[in-house]
């Protein structure tokens, strides 16, 4: 993964974490205005919610896709295009109307998703260029 060309990196959008973001501004009202202690707290839930975000990123390289999450730990997922059985897209009707949703990518051998790219802006696009690699 380390010497191949990236055709497209993308990073979960922010409007997936969208409920760290809304309780942070939450905690960080009624801190203000009521209990001054948890307002640092609503800071830290917004400031949480970015480092998870940045910490995960996808790939779609020349021969196949990875996801990568490096926080205090790495994680690396890799598959083929030539391995991949299915491909599906997910988006809940609120996913839908912010434009986010979660592709799936199933190889064969296996019962469980091998690569999910999660909470990514213009999921169709994504489904649409693997599938241009797997053929």
Partial sequence: MDNEQIIKKVHPDPLYFLGFYCSGIIL???GFF???YI???GFLAIILGEVVRRAETFYILESGVAREYKL???SK???YF???QSLEVNQSFIENIFGIGNVHIDTAGSDKTEVNFRGIKNPYEIEKIIREKMK
């Fill in 82 to 84: 030539e391995k991949i």
């Fill in 34 to 36: 009521f209990l001054i």
């Fill in 72 to 74: 205090f730990s790495t």
């Fill in 39 to 41: 307002a640092p707290l």
């Fill in 77 to 79: 997922e890799f598959c």
């Fill in 28 to 30: 960080m009202v009624v």
